[in-house]
DNA sequence: AAGGCTTACGCAATTCGTAAGCATG
DNA sequence: CATGCTTACGAATTGCGTAAGCCTT
């Protein structure tokens, strides 16, 4: 399949000047060292101190929190909760990080009302 | 499939006590109106002038490079590039909205050199 | 047992590169 | 007709919820 052998049309694909194309196919997802959307259910754990919670509150179940948070720490190389009996407890580590992260998401936060404001004034 | 009609043990699944689940597999992708690549690829365009260009600097197709402005036009629902001859010219929209895009891009970038140092000191 | 956290599994959805089309100079 | 931008298509990957297991109270 996707032989096509006939049809010789030195049809230009890309680019005809310079090297063609490093990789076939990134997948792009999550592949930017930051995920806000992680970031914000690290928080929300933090804040609620349960995964329940906080998947509750980020509209995910419980299961993707965790997973969420595994792919975190295995990311930053850190551990950021430890299993305290039923539930979970923090770091340090993970409280030193939450100061920084939020800044972080607040600011996000500020970017997000600028352009929902930026779209509705001109439209 | 899935029926399981025998078997009546009364497993528990998820949450025992409150209200099943909203939504059935919500893909997160660029759900959050902020999607930093595209933010990324945004001011990439707007500096070098040319879809191409900003593809051979991110590292993308300029198919994916036209795609991920499209996405960004229609989110804000604005129109950010128009059609200069061969080329395209940024709207004065987007000039403006390059400004503070580029400052929350700035903070994102700090932040993952934090992020590096923080995983790196504790390893 | 019941509640809370985590992993295995299958699936839905997204996004990529390639191919091809259209317009411009 | 070469260059640049855009859309259609198929492929690949991700990340979700559900299901199920383990551990604590």
Redesign the interface.
């Known amino acids: 399949m996707l032989l096509r052998t006939s049809d010789s049309r030195p049809r230009r694909t ?2 005809s000047t310079s090297t063609t ?2 990789r076939a196919t ?1 997948p ?2 999550r ?4 995920d ?2 992680v970031l914000k259910t690290f928080l929300a754990v933090i804040d609620s101190g349960s995964v ?1 919670a906080a998947a509750r509150e980020r ?4 299961a993707a929190v965790s997973r969420q948070i595994g792919w975190l720490q295995r ?4 551990r950021f909760f430890e299993p305290d009996g039923r539930s979970i407890r923090p770091t340090s ?1 993970a409280l ?2 939450a100061v ?2 939020r800044e ?1 998401v607040d ?2 936060n500020r ?2 009302r ?3 404001r ?3 004034a ?2």
Do not use: H, K, T
């Not at 509209?59 to 419980?62: A, D, I, N, Q, R």
């Open positions: 890309w680019p194309w490093p990134i792009r997802s592949a930017s060292m930051v806000l959307g329940v509209g995910y179940s419980p990311r930053m190389g850190v580590d030193e990080f920084r992260a972080l600011e996000v970017f997000e600028y352009s929902s930026f779209g509705a001109r439209r």
